[in-house]
C-alpha cells in the first residue's frame, strides 16, 4: 500500500494504482476528461497533468503509476496555468452551443471555466466547422462540433458493450466520432455514452430538450426492470420523473445500465396513473376515495373469509414489490385470514435464466427472489393449478391480486385479468390504469399502489442481495403502498400524519389555475 | 575536404542494387562473422561505437538494445523507413541503391537482439524503394540469407517490407506500431517503452534505415574503429540531405562534427549566385532556425547544435536564402504540421490548427503584431504536454522563428496591413 | 435650549394651520392653472408620458430575418426570473443549423414584475422589454401571453429583428 503526498496531503492506495485514483480517492479535485474508472486509460485530455517531485516535466495523473513517497502537486503556479492552457485548446474550436445543448448544467467545459475565471478567449480565428444533429442510431444523437474527441465513448463501445460500434474517423482537428454504413449504434447499452460523454455531444433521443438539468433533483433508487438491480438515480422535480442514470456499484451493476431499465421511469409519471379507487363492474366504474375502496374491499374479504372458511380467498402477488410490503401483506393473509391460497405471477417463466452476458436478465421482475423468500418463511407455496381448479369449481370467491406496477413485461396481462375475473370478487391492487379491467364481469375493486420511487423498501436481486432504497418523490399522493393497504384490509386505520403528501405531477401556479373571471 | 564514403562507398555503381554487385564489392561477408559472433558481443560492439539513432532523436543504439527484457517473449525488430521529415532524402537513397547493405544490416541487429522477425515500414509514397525492397528480399531468400537457419548458423529470421498510406505520424514509433498491427497509426501512450511493449505488446526495437545499416560496418570493423569518425559524444559518420538555396543539393556522407559552413559553401557548392546566406535549418523542419551568424559557426554534432538551441535531428540541411520569406516558409511549415496531427491529445490537435490559422492570417495581412506573441505562446504551452513530440515538433520552428526574425514578421504585418487596408477579419 | 417647545395658547389654536394648508393648495392650484404646460400631472389620455428608449415594458420575442422565432429555449431567462413566471417547452427543430426552438413559450403577466432580468440573461437577444404599456382585458385568464401575443401581436408589426443572427456568426467562423 503505497503512501504518497498530494498538495501536502498524506494518502496510501492500492499498489498499482494511478495518481489520478489516489487523487479520486483522497477527494481532492483534479480536472480530467478521458479517464474513467470503468474503462481504459487513453491519456489524450492532457488535462491531469501534475507536478511530481524529482521528475521535471509534468506528467499526466492517468497513466503514471503510484511510487511509494512520490510527492505530488496540482494547485502551483505552472500546473495551473498549464490545465488552464489546456481548457483554452479545447474550446477554441467548441461551438457556441451552450443555449441549445442539453449538457449545459452539467458540463464538464463549463465547470472548468467558471472555476479558471471566465476569461476572455484569444482565439480570433475561424473555429472549424463539423457535422450536427447525426442520427447514431435510435437512441443516440451526435455533434461533431462539441465532441472534444476524448474517445470514451469509442471505449466503452470496444471494452464494455463490445459491438465496436464507433470510430473516430479522419485525423487531426478534423477527426469525429462515426459509424460505418450500416451498422448504427444499436445495442442495449447505447445510453451509457450519453452519460460519460462529458460534453453534449452525444445526447439522449428520450431526455432531448426536455428539461434543462438545473430543474432536477435526483434520488438514488434501484432499477425495477430485471432482477440485476442496477443501483440508479432518478432525476425528478414537481412535474415528475425525466430520466434514470446509473450509480456505481462494484458488485452489482459496476458503473453502468442497460437501455431497457431507463424507460423505468415511463410508467410512473402521471399519465397512465390510478389516480383513486374505483369500484364497479362490466367497465361502470365508481370513482371512490382510496381509504374506502380499501376498507370495503377488506370487508368483502373478511365477510367471505367468514362465510365461506379461508380457502374461498386468494392472493395473487407478482415479483415488483418490496420485501417490507410483502411481509406486511403476507402477514395479513396468512396469519390474520388464516388462508394458504397464495399464488406467484411469473409473467415469463420461459426466460427466467437468460443473460445477454453484461447486466440484462429475462426476469424482468426486480424482487422475485424476494417473494419466494417471503412466501417460504409464511409457509405457503400456492400451485397455479389449484387456482386454477379453485376459480372452476367457484370454491374461490374472491382473488386479491398485487398486479404489476410495469405492465409492459406482463405480456399475458389481458389473459391473467380475464382468468382471475372468473371469481366473483377481484381486488386489484395497480399502480396503473388498465382497459382490460373493464371486461372483468365480477365485482372489482381497483386499488391505486405507490411505484418503487414513491416508497422506501428492499429489493432482493437473482443473486440474493437485498438492496434497500429511500423515498424518492410522490406522484399519486393518494396511492397506497401494500403494507398499507394490509392495514386497510384488516380494517384497522392508517397512520396519516406518516403519508407524505404528493406533488401533484403538474407545475402549478396557484394564482393562476384559480384565476378564471375576476 | 571530401565526404567520408563509410556506408555510401559503392553507390555510385549501379550494380550495388542487385545481389549479385553487391556481394562482389564485400557484401554479405560481413553476416557470417556476426552470426558467429555471440550475440551479446555485438550488441557490445554497438555500445562502444557510441552510435546513436540517426533518424532524428539521437538516442544511443546500443542502450536501446540493452532495455529489452529476458522473459523470454518473441522480439520484433522494426525498421523505420517512414521518412516523413520534410527535408529529409538519405534513406531513400539507401533503399534505391543499396537494399542489401540496409538487409545485411538488419539481419546482425535481429541475430544481436534474438529477433525472429523484421519489418521495413516504408512510407506510402516510395514506390521505387519499395518495389527495389522486395526484390531484394526475394534474392536474399533465395540465396538462404533469410528465411529458416540462414548460412547454417541455426538462427532463423524473416523480413518483410511493409508500405505506410501518407501518414508523417508514422514515422513516431509508437505510430508506426499502430499502423502495423492495422489500427490507425495514433502514436501509444509512453510508459510502456516499445521495448518492453511494442509491436503486438512484445518487446520491439525501431530504429532509423541509416542506423541499422551502419552496424554492418561497426561489426565489420569494430566499435573502435567507428569511434575514428566524428567526435567523441558524437561518433561515426552520418548522411546529410542538403537542400535549398545551395549549387549542388543532395545527399552527402561526412562525419560527424564537421562546421556547417564547410559542407555548405565546399561541398555544396555554396548559394546560387547573386544570394546570401539568411538562415539555415540543420535538422530537418522540426529543428529550429539558425540565422545566418549562427550558420557559419555551428558543427554538425549532437552537442553543438543542443547548446546552440537546435538539434541534429534527421540531418536535413535546408539552405535559406535572402530571397526567401521567413513568413511564408513559416506557414508552410505549420500548415504541413496541422495537416499531419493524428488528432488524438488535445493541445497538438487543437494548437497546431491554431498557430496555422494565425500563420494564414499573417501572410495574408489579416494580422497585428500581437499575433506574434500569441504564436509564441501558443507554442510554448504545447511544448512538452502531449503524448509523442508531433507537438514539439511544430511548437519548437513556430518560436524559433518569430524569436530570430522578429523585425521580418512585423515588417511583413505592417506591409500588407497597408496594403489591405488594415481589415482583421474576424 | 429645550427641545421641547412648550405650545402657548396660542400655538393650540388649530384654525392657522388649517388655513396655512388650505393657502399651500390654493396655490398650488392657482399656480398650475396658469401654467398648465409646467404641470406635474398629465391628462391622460390625451396627454401621455413619453418613457425612455429603456423602459421595461410589454414583452417582445424577436425573430429572425425569416420570420420565425429567434428563442433557442435555452431557459436562461425562466431561471432567472425573479416571479418565476415564465414557461417554455423546448422542441426539436427539423433544420439543423437551428436545432432547438420553443413550441410554447408562456408568460404570465400579472405574475411578472418587469424587473428585466428576463432581457439580461437571455444570450442572443431573443426576449425584450418592450415599449408599451397599456394593455387593459376584462379576464385574468387573458394575462398569460403565448408566442403568438409575444412575438407576433399587430403592434410589433410582423416582428421585431434581433440583432444577434446565427448566419452571420457561423460565417463569421465563430
Given at each position: ?518 | ?14 550494380e550495388f542494387q542487385k545481389l549479385d554487385g553487391y556481394k562482389k564489392?564485400?557484401g554479405y561477408a560481413?553476416l557470417p562473422?556476426?552470426l ?62 543499396a537494399p542489401h547493405q540496409l538487409i545485411e544490416g538488419m539481419i546482425?541487429?535481429a ?6 522477425k523484421s519489418?521495413i ?9 519499395k518495389a527495389v525492397l522486395r526484390t531484394a528480399l526475394d534474392e536474399a531468400y533465395q540465396a538462404g540469407y533469410l528465411g529458416k537457419n540462414i548460412l547454417g548458423s541455426?538462427f532463423d529470421h524473416d523480413m518483410d517490407v ?265 | ?174
Amino acid at each position: 500500500m503505497p503512501k504518497l503526498k498530494i498538495n501536502g496531503k498524506d494518502v496510501e492506495v492500492p499498489q498499482g494504482s494511478t495518481i489520478i485514483q489516489a487523487f479520486k480517492a483522497s477527494g481532492v479535485e483534479i480536472c480530467h476528461y478521458c479517464w474513467h474508472p470503468g474503462l481504459s486509460v487513453a491519456g489524450v485530455c492532457r488535462l491531469c497533468m501534475v507536478q511530481i517531485e524529482g521528475i521535471p516535466k509534468l506528467q499526466i495523473a492517468c497513466n503514471t503509476e503510484v511510487k511509494e513517497g512520490m510527492v505530488v502537486n496540482n494547485t502551483a503556479q505552472g500546473v495551473q496555468e498549464t490545465v488552464k492552457w489546456g481548457l483554452d485548446f479545447h474550446l477554441i474550436n467548441h461551438p457556441l452551443d451552450c443555449p441549445i445543448c442539453d449538457q449545459a448544467g452539467e458540463c464538464g467545459l463549463q465547470d472548468q471555466y467558471m472555476q479558471f475565471g471566465q476569461y476572455d478567449p484569444q482565439m480570433a480565428e475561424h473555429k472549424v466547422k463539423k457535422h450536427k444533429v447525426i442520427d447514431l442510431g435510435p437512441t443516440v444523437v451526435l455533434d461533431s462540433e462539441r465532441c472534444i474527441l476524448c474517445s470514451r465513448c469509442v471505449r466503452f463501445m470496444d471494452e464494455v458493450s463490445k459491438t465496436h460500434e464507433l470510430g473516430i474517423f479522419n485525423r487531426g482537428d478534423r477527426s469525429e466520432i462515426g459509424t460505418v454504413e450500416g451498422k448504427p449504434l444499436a445495442n442495449n447499452y447505447s445510453l451509457n455514452t450519453v452519460d460519460i460523454c462529458p460534453v453534449g455531444a452525444l445526447t439522449s433521443k428520450d431526455f432531448r430538450f426536455r428539461q434543462r438539468v438545473w430543474y432536477l433533483k435526483e434520488a438514488d433508487s434501484i432499477c425495477p426492470g430485471c432482477s440485476t438491480g442496477c443501483n440508479v438515480k432518478v432525476s425528478y422535480n414537481e412535474e415528475g420523473l425525466w430520466r434514470i442514470k446509473p450509480r456505481e456499484n462494484k458488485e452489482v451493476n459496476g458503473y453502468w445500465m442497460c437501455d431497457v431499465g431507463r424507460d423505468s421511469y415511463k410508467f410512473v409519471n402521471l399519465k397512465g396513473r390510478l389516480l383513486g379507487g374505483r369500484v364497479g363492474r362490466r367497465g361502470s366504474w365508481q370513482d371512490v376515495d382510496v381509504v374506502d375502496a380499501a376498507r370495503s374491499a377488506g370487508l368483502k374479504l373478511r365477510e367471505t373469509v367468514e362465510k365461506f372458511g379461508p380457502d374461498s380467498v386468494a392472493l395473487v402477488l407478482t415479483g415488483q414489490f418490496t420485501n417490507e410490503e410483502y411481509k406486511d401483506l403476507l402477514g395479513f393473509f396468512v396469519s390474520n385470514l388464516k388462508s394458504k391460497n397464495v399464488f406467484h405471477w411469473l409473467n415469463n417463466p420461459d426466460k427466467v435464466n437468460e443473460f445477454d452476458g453484461l447486466l440484462f436478465r429475462g426476469d424482468r421482475n426486480p424482487n422475485t427472489k424476494g417473494l419466494v423468500g417471503a412466501m417460504i418463511a409464511a409457509g405457503v407455496s400456492g400451485k397455479w393449478e389449484s387456482l386454477q381448479s379453485g376459480l372452476a369449481g367457484k370454491k374461490i370467491k374472491l382473488v386479491l391480486v398485487a398486479g404489476p406496477e410495469n405492465q409492459a413485461v406482463f405480456p399475458d396481462l389481458e389473459e391473467k385479468v380475464k382468468f382471475l375475473g372468473q371469481a366473483e370478487s377481484l381486488v386489484w391492487m395497480t399502480s396503473g390504469t388498465s382497459t382490460v379491467l373493464d371486461q372483468v364481469m365480477a365485482e372489482t375493486w381497483q386499488i391505486p399502489l405507490k411505484t418503487y420511487i414513491e416508497k422506501a423498501g428492499s429489493f432482493t436481486t437473482y443473486q440474493g442481495k437485498v438492496q434497500s432504497f429511500k423515498l424518492g418523490t410522490t406522484i399519486v399522493a393518494q396511492a397506497l403502498n401494500l403494507s398499507e393497504v394490509a392495514e386497510l384490509l384488516a380494517g384497522r386505520d392508517l397512520n396519516w400524519n406518516l403519508r407524505p403528501g404528493g406533488v401533484g405531477g403538474v407545475k402549478v401556479n396557484y394564482s393562476t389555475a384559480q384565476r378564471g373571471a375576476l | 575536404m571530401g565526404q567520408t564514403r563509410l556506408l555510401t562507398e559503392h553507390y555510385d555503381k549501379p550494380e550495388f542494387q542487385k545481389l549479385d554487385g553487391y556481394k562482389k564489392h564485400g557484401g554479405y561477408a560481413v553476416l557470417p562473422k556476426a552470426l558467429g559472433m555471440d550475440p551479446k558481443a555485438i550488441t557490445e560492439q554497438v555500445k562502444a561505437s557510441g552510435l546513436r539513432g540517426r533518424g532524428g532523436a539521437g538516442f544511443p543504439t546500443g542502450t536501446k538494445w540493452s532495455f529489452l527484457p529476458a522473459n523470454g517473449e518473441p522480439r520484433y525488430l522494426l525498421c523505420n523507413a517512414d521518412e516523413g521529415e520534410p527535408g529529409t532524402f538519405k534513406d531513400r537513397l539507401m533503399m534505391e541503391r543499396a537494399p542489401h547493405q540496409l538487409i545485411e544490416g538488419m539481419i546482425i541487429s535481429a541475430f544481436a537482439i534474438a529477433s525472429k522477425k523484421s519489418y521495413i515500414y516504408v512510407r506510402g509514397e516510395y514506390d521505387y524503394s519499395k518495389a527495389v525492397l522486395r526484390t531484394a528480399l526475394d534474392e536474399a531468400y533465395q540465396a538462404g540469407y533469410l528465411g529458416k537457419n540462414i548460412l547454417g548458423s541455426g538462427f532463423d529470421h524473416d523480413m518483410d517490407v511493409y508500405s505506410g498510406a501518407g501518414a508523417y505520424i508514422c514515422g513516431e514509433e509508437t505510430g508506426m506500431i499502430s499502423s502495423l498491427e492495422g489500427l490507425k497509426g495514433q502514436p501509444k501512450l509512453k510508459p510502456p517503452f516499445p521495448a518492453v511493449k511494442g509491436y503486438l505488446r512484445k518487446p520491439t526495437i525501431v530504429n532509423n534505415v541509416e542506423t541499422l545499416a551502419a552496424v554492418k560496418y561497426i561489426i565489420r570493423d569494430g566499435g573502435a574503429a567507428y569511434r575514428k569518425y566524428g567526435t567523441e559524444k558524437s561518433p561515426g559518420t552520418k548522411l546529410f540531405s542538403v537542400s535549398g538555396s545551395v549549387v549542388k543539393p543532395g545527399n552527402i556522407e561526412v562525419p560527424l562534427g564537421m562546421p556547417l559552413k564547410d559542407i555548405i559553401f565546399d561541398l555544396c557548392g555554396g548559394l546560387k549566385p547573386g544570394r546570401k546566406l539568411k538562415a539555415v535549418i540543420p535538422g530537418g523542419s522540426s529543428a529550429p532556425v539558425l540565422t545566418a551568424d549562427e550558420a557559419m559557426k555551428a558543427a554538425m554534432d549532437y552537442e553543438c547544435l543542443a547548446q546552440m538551441g537546435s538539434m541534429l535531428g534527421s540531418g536535413a540541411i535546408i539552405v535559406i536564402d535572402d530571397s526567401h520569406s521567413m513568413v511564408d516558409l513559416l506557414q508552410v511549415t505549420l500548415h504541413f504540421y496541422h495537416h499531419e496531427s493524428c488528432g488524438q491529445c488535445t493541445p497538438c490537435r487543437e494548437g497546431t490548427g491554431w498557430i496555422s490559422k494565425i500563420l494564414h492570417d499573417i501572410v495574408a495581412g489579416h494580422a497585428e503584431t500581437k499575433d506574434i506573441d500569441l504564436v509564441k505562446k501558443i507554442s510554448e504551452q504545447m511544448m512538452g504536454k502531449t503524448i509523442c513530440a508531433l507537438s514539439d515538433a511544430a511548437a519548437m520552428p513556430a518560436i524559433s522563428f518569430v524569436t530570430k526574425f522578429r523585425s521580418e514578421f512585423e515588417q511583413h504585418i505592417q506591409a500588407a496591413k497597408s496594403a489591405s487596408g488594415g481589415l482583421h477579419h474576424a | 435650549m429645550s427641545l421641547v417647545k412648550r405650545p402657548d395658547a396660542k400655538a393650540e389654536w388649530f384654525l392657522p394651520g388649517i388655513l396655512a394648508g388650505l393657502w399651500f393648495t390654493l396655490k398650488k392650484m392657482l399656480w398650475n392653472l396658469f401654467n398648465q404646460q409646467k404641470m406635474q400631472t398629465l391628462n391622460y389620455p390625451e396627454q401621455k408620458y413619453e418613457y425612455g428608449p429603456r423602459f421595461k415594458g410589454n414583452h417582445v420575442l424577436t425573430v429572425k430575418k425569416d420570420g420565425s422565432i429567434r428563442c433557442t429555449a435555452c431557459m436562461l431567462c425562466a431561471t432567472n426570473c425573479p416571479a418565476q413566471c415564465i414557461k417554455i417547452t423546448a422542441a426539436e427543430n427539423p433544420d439543423p443549423s437551428v436545432e432547438k426552438y420553443p413550441i410554447a413559450y408562456e408568460i404570465d403577466v400579472l405574475r411578472c414584475v418587469f424587473c428585466g432580468f428576463c432581457e439580461e440573461a437571455c444570450p442572443v437577444d431573443a426576449i425584450r422589454m418592450g415599449p408599451e404599456w397599456q394593455t387593459a382585458a376584462l379576464n385574468g385568464s387573458k394575462f398569460t401571453y403565448d408566442i403568438q401575443q409575444l412575438a407576433y401581436r399587430p403592434q410589433l408589426k410582423g416582428g421585431v429583428l434581433s440583432v444577434l443572427d446565427d448566419q452571420e456568426r457561423h460565417q463569421a467562423g465563430i
